[in-house]
């Protein structure tokens, strides 16, 4: 298996451009996450979805931010409009259950 | 609430061992997981422990729980230049037990 894949690996947008992040989770993982990564506040839980559906979208900043996963094989983030504070690195994870995650190589975003 | 505690940083002579401390809150997490991130690359799973084990060792790394004062360690045995990374312990929140709640992490610096 080619593991989690997301693209792009970098974006670099202007500030009140659409962002759009793409995540492809391991083929027969229930649950897909979203998680931000910043040298200030860590790693942050986005939201999560399990067999497609959203379950917990408590971490999303704002209204700025909205994920989909129309199939088990897909998932995207969208930012709209973005911000410069939205500069981050991404993290798309998929699991089976609770046997542990495993991460994309994430995508660097940088809104300027 | 769920909160996940570790020490910035640790810097170890090559050869040595190393033991990354980490302290959770919740003591319903089923697991507690390491992970591993290199530069530039996405969070890779090391290690996990049952939450009702005291002990696991996986060649050259040993993880010990101590469930009744929520404390949990990473020991890596003959430190090599190549295990230096941050190293981030994880717990299943009570939120789903599928949610993991992450540290800030600890960096490790291995020097000759």
Known sequence: DAGVIQSPRHEVT???????????????????FWY???????????????????????????????????????????????????????????????RGYTFGSGTRLTVV | GEDVEQSLFLSVREGDSSVINCTYTDSSSTYLYWYKQEPGAGLQLLTYIFSNMDMKQDQRLTVLLNKKDKH??????????????IYFCAESGT??????????????????
């Open chain 1, 14 to 32: 202007e500030m009140g451009q659409e962002v759009t992040l793409r995540c492809k989770p391991i083929s027969g993982h229930d649950y897909l």
């Open chain 2, 72 to 85: 949990l360690s990473l020991r890596i045995a003959d430190t090599q230049t190549g295990d230096s990374a």
């Open chain 2, 95 to 112: 939120g789903g037990y599928n949610k993991l709640i992450f540290g800030a992490g600890t960096r490790l610096a291995v020097h000759p």
């Open chain 1, 36 to 98: 931000r990564q910043t040298m200030m506040r860590g790693l942050e839980l986005l939201i999560y979805f399990n067999n497609n559906v959203p379950i917990d979208d408590s971490g999303m900043p704002e209204d700025r931010f909205s994920a989909k996963m129309p199939n088990a094989s897909f998932s995207t983030l969208k930012i709209q409009p973005s911000e410069p504070r939205d500069s981050a690195v991404y993290f798309c994870a998929s699991s089976l259950g609770d």
